[in-house]
């Protein structure tokens, strides 16, 4: 169900924050990435790309940390889908769990074109 883990390493933060956000329904998910795609700037989204081609998650690196851009990322998530929407899909998800599969999953689609 890994649909967009870079590292692939389960236990990691990137692959659990992952999971979380591959069990929100494929369209709430694609809304909700064009939103964020769509208001990040463009450093920002050069550095995503970056990331994922270097095979790393967004969750280690300090441009998204949770106080910075993480805060951000997390607040435009939350204009598509609100925390309470968002732990309807399961285990308890929230932004602060969820907001760097959002990330890894945009960057996957920059790369790969999904």
């Not at 285990?91 to 959002?102: A, F, I, M, S, T």
Request: glycine share 8%.
């Amino acid at each position: 169900m890994n649909l967009f883990v870079p590292d692939g390493l389960p236990n990691s933060p990137g692959a659990r924050t992952n999971q979380f956000w591959a069990q929100v329904p494929e369209p709430i998910r694609k809304d909700v990435e064009r939103h964020v795609l769509a208001h990040l700037p463009p450093e920002l989204v050069a550095r995503l790309r970056d990331l994922h081609i270097s095979g790393e998650s967004a969750a280690f690196d300090p441009a998204f940390f949770h106080f910075g851009s993480g805060l951000v990322v997390r607040n435009l998530c939350r204009e598509r889908l609100s925390d309470h929407a968002l732990a309807a899909h399961g285990l308890g998800c929230n932004w602060d769990r969820c907001y760097v599969g959002v990330l890894d999953a945009i960057a996957a689609d920059l790369v790969d074109g999904a």
